[in-house]
């Protein structure tokens, strides 16, 4: 069965550092690849996917994700953080065809300091 | 354009009792989704309704959860009777068509079986 695995359950970053949360999955084949976010009171919110093509996909806020096939990994990068990126951020998968549920990592809860 | 908004935020009731959670999607929106995060947990999958039809409930945890989605707007999630175990937030997604889309997330329903 496919998993994701975000191994760091929570990180704290000094605001304007440059920040990388990191997510492996486990799939038979290439699976599409998303980032979301979750900011208190509100709903899971989009950054960015995967599907093809260009390894290093840019998202919304400043955010960057680079898929390696050989590592089965998506990290998610931001050379500089805010503190408004504080928040909850989840990995997540689905298989490449037809609609069908998304499976998520555990997330990575990120706190930034001045 | 109006998000998918969930009813209530937040639900506390009593082992034993019933409890109903609404979410309404986005309008057009032909997929619905229905997510849980237990606490500490990952986010999993419940079920999936392509309009009024349940395509995929595979992730409902027993039958003492009950989805509808009559007319294919609006659905209900009804949980009866509740158990301890039961606590979490609930999300709701939506996305359009058949091909893969982005899912839009909802605020979540905070349950808390007391």
């Known amino acids: 069965a496919q998993s994701v695995t975000q191994p760091d359950i929570h990180i704290t970053v000094s605001e304007g550092a440059s920040l990388e949360l990191r997510c492996n999955y486990s799939?038979?084949?290439?699976?599409?690849l998303f980032w979301y976010v979750q900011s208190p009171g509100q709903g899971l919110q989009l950054l960015l996917k995967y599907f093809s093509g260009d390894t290093l996909v840019q998202g919304i806020k400043g955010f960057e994700a680079e898929f390696k096939r050989s590592q089965s990994s998506f990290n998610l990068r931001k050379p500089s953080v805010h503190w408004s990126d504080a928040a909850e951020y989840f990995c997540a998968v689905v298989q490449p065809s037809g609609n069908t549920p998304l499976v998520f990592g555990k997330g990575t809860r990120l706190s930034v300091i001045a | 354009e109006a998000g998918v908004t969930q009813f209530p935020s937040h639900s506390v009731i009593e082992k034993g009792q019933t409890v109903t959670l609404r979410c309404d999607p986005i309008?057009?929106?032909?997929?619905l989704y229905w997510y849980r995060r237990v606490m500490g947990k990952e986010i999993k999958f419940l079920l999936h309704f392509v309009k009024e039809s349940k395509q995929d409930e595979s992730g409902m945890p027993n039958n003492r959860f009950l989805a509808e989605r009559t007319g294919g707007t609006y659905s209900t999630l009804k949980v009866q009777p509740a158990e301890l175990e039961d606590s979490g937030v609930y999300f709701c997604?939506?996305?359009?068509?058949?091909?893969?889309?982005?899912?839009?997330f909802g605020p979540g329903t905070r349950l808390t079986v007391l």
């Open positions: 799939y038979g084949a290439t699976p599409y």
């Open positions: 309008s057009g929106h032909d997929n």
């Open positions: 997604a939506s996305s359009l068509g058949l091909a893969i889309n982005e899912q839009f």
